[in-house]
């Protein structure tokens, strides 16, 4: 865990995120929260660290997504020496999926 960003506000905001059910839930939520370049840089960020634990070099994300080789290049890091937080919910996608095939 990054204690730079540990704190009571950010716990509340977590722990709110928690309470979300379903992806219309967290559209509200979020649409409420983030302005919407926010939401989209956020959800460019994912899939690019998605695209990037499955192996793609960086041209393809680059014009599969639009992302910056820098914006690339720091989620990268992320991936590499970040929380794990990325690959926690690739494990638990893939884990949902299973389940439901």
Same mark, same amino acid.
């Given at each position: 865990?990054?204690? %730079?960003? %540990?704190?009571?506000?950010? !716990?509340?905001?977590? %722990?709110?995120?928690?309470?979300?059910?379903?992806?219309? $839930?967290?559209?509200?939520?979020? !649409? !409420?929260?983030?302005?919407?370049?926010?939401?989209?840089?956020?959800?460019?960020?994912?899939?690019?660290? %998605?695209?990037? &634990? $499955?192996?793609?070099?960086? #041209?393809?994300?680059? $014009? #599969?997504?639009?992302? &910056?080789?820098?914006?690339?290049?720091?989620?990268?890091?992320?991936?590499?020496?970040? &929380? !794990?937080?990325?690959?926690?919910?690739? @494990?638990? #996608?893939? @884990?949902?999926?299973?389940? @439901?095939?």
């Amino acid at each position: 865990m990054n204690p %730079k960003i %540990k704190n009571p506000n950010t !716990d509340a905001l977590f %722990k709110a995120v928690l309470t979300l059910n379903t992806v219309e $839930e967290c559209y509200a939520f979020f !649409d !409420d929260l983030c302005t919407v370049p926010e939401i989209k840089a956020m959800a460019q960020r994912y899939v690019v660290a %998605k695209m990037l &634990s $499955e192996g793609e070099i960086y #041209q393809k994300i680059v $014009e #599969q997504t639009g992302a &910056s080789t820098a914006t690339i290049s720091r989620v990268n890091r992320a991936l590499t020496y970040g &929380s !794990d937080g990325y690959t926690l919910t690739f @494990e638990r #996608q893939k @884990e949902i999926n299973n389940g @439901e095939k």
